[in-house]
């Protein structure tokens, strides 16, 4: 029986002001939590060796993020918001938490809150500190992570050129050996 006069687990999740918190709705030990240190955590709370260790993940933000929620039939996806300078709205995998899957990005002011309005994850009703509500479907949400470049390029000092790119292309218009010429005729000036 768990007594009502002691803790049974302590987390510092943030080093300044938590903000918010969810409990993950299907996986029991999983909380998000979000606050003024401009990040969100993923933290396994199953005892005090598992909180010890730190947050599994960490989103960075650009500013204080004052929600955080798990989205529901999507058990790695969560979306925040930040208070200030960024009023979009992220939905997150944290698998991946560097690019944000989706963002809604129609409110004018910071974020207070959001919820999930349904058990599918497709519609999100956020309040906003200029008094207004906001109905964000995700199937209008846009898709950074699905803009983002493919491909990379790196120059060496010698001129050396490297392409990292998701599937091979064979369909190019200029090879990297062209390229390379090019840029090694560009160092000798």
């Given at each position: 029986m768990r007594k009502a006069d002691r803790r049974e687990l302590s987390v510092t999740a943030s080093t300044e002001c938590?903000?918010?918190?969810?409990?993950?709705?299907?996986?029991?030990?999983?909380?998000?939590?979000?606050g003024r240190d401009r990040s969100v955590k993923v933290w396994l709370a199953r005892d005090e060796a598992s909180v010890r260790r730190g947050a599994d993940t960490a989103i960075a933000a650009i500013a204080a993020t004052v929600a955080v929620r798990w989205r529901p039939a999507h058990k790695?996806?969560?979306?925040?918001?930040?208070?200030?300078?960024?009023?979009s709205i992220g939905v997150f995998d944290v698998r991946r938490p560097c690019v944000p899957r989706a963002t809604f990005e129609d409110q004018r002011d910071g974020t207070c809150d959001m919820a999930w309005l349904d058990l599918e994850g497709r519609e999100l009703l956020s309040a906003s500190r200029d008094g207004c509500l906001y109905l964000h479907f995700h199937s209008l949400a846009g898709r950074p992570a699905e803009r983002a470049p493919t491909m990379a390029l790196a120059v060496d000092h010698k001129g050396g050129v490297t392409v990292a790119s998701r599937a091979r292309q064979r369909d190019r218009n200029v090879s990297v050996s062209a390229i390379e010429k090019h840029v090694r005729e560009c160092l000798k000036v």
């Amino acid at each position: 029986m768990r007594k009502a006069d002691r803790r049974e687990l302590s987390v510092t999740a943030s080093t300044e002001c938590l903000m918010g918190i969810d409990w993950h709705p299907e996986l029991r030990h999983w909380i998000a939590t979000s606050g003024r240190d401009r990040s969100v955590k993923v933290w396994l709370a199953r005892d005090e060796a598992s909180v010890r260790r730190g947050a599994d993940t960490a989103i960075a933000a650009i500013a204080a993020t004052v929600a955080v929620r798990w989205r529901p039939a999507h058990k790695a996806q969560l979306a925040s918001a930040c208070l200030h300078k960024d009023f979009s709205i992220g939905v997150f995998d944290v698998r991946r938490p560097c690019v944000p899957r989706a963002t809604f990005e129609d409110q004018r002011d910071g974020t207070c809150d959001m919820a999930w309005l349904d058990l599918e994850g497709r519609e999100l009703l956020s309040a906003s500190r200029d008094g207004c509500l906001y109905l964000h479907f995700h199937s209008l949400a846009g898709r950074p992570a699905e803009r983002a470049p493919t491909m990379a390029l790196a120059v060496d000092h010698k001129g050396g050129v490297t392409v990292a790119s998701r599937a091979r292309q064979r369909d190019r218009n200029v090879s990297v050996s062209a390229i390379e010429k090019h840029v090694r005729e560009c160092l000798k000036v």
